[in-house]
């Protein structure tokens, strides 16, 4: 038998209470990893998702939610060997630039399907700098996997 912490990242968000917790807390992630970036990429990024905010408020939790069972299966693999290995914040840490590189094919293939010209142009114009930010922000969302997969 499964215990929970041995539950794939995958198989929770299939669960739809579950999901919409998880969608709440990764928006509540979000908004602190946006507001705690500086400089000119962090005005850049926090400009964006204003402009795209402005126009629709539901934004970043609707993406949050459509993205999150292909984030949760992309995790799924680094997730397991990181409980394998007796850390799995650690690991993740760790294993970041992997990590980034499969949840950024995600979201360039949502974004090459997406027909929302003003989010692909943000998108587009931060595009290079994302796995920087992802690895930024890897510790957060490490911390937050560990805390909701476990």
Known sequence: MTSPSDTPL???V???AKRAELTTAAGAEVDAEVASMGGLKGTAVKAGLKAITKIKPTFVSANID???PAFAAALDPHFVAGRQSGDPEAHLVANGDQIAEDMLAITDAKAAASD???AVGTYDKLRKSAK???LNAMPRLAAFVVRHGT
């Open 10 to 12: 995958s198989d929770l």
């Open 66 to 68: 459509r993205m999150l």
């Open 132 to 134: 920087a930010q992802v």
């Open 116 to 118: 929302n010209n003003l």
């Open 14 to 16: 299939s669960v739809p």
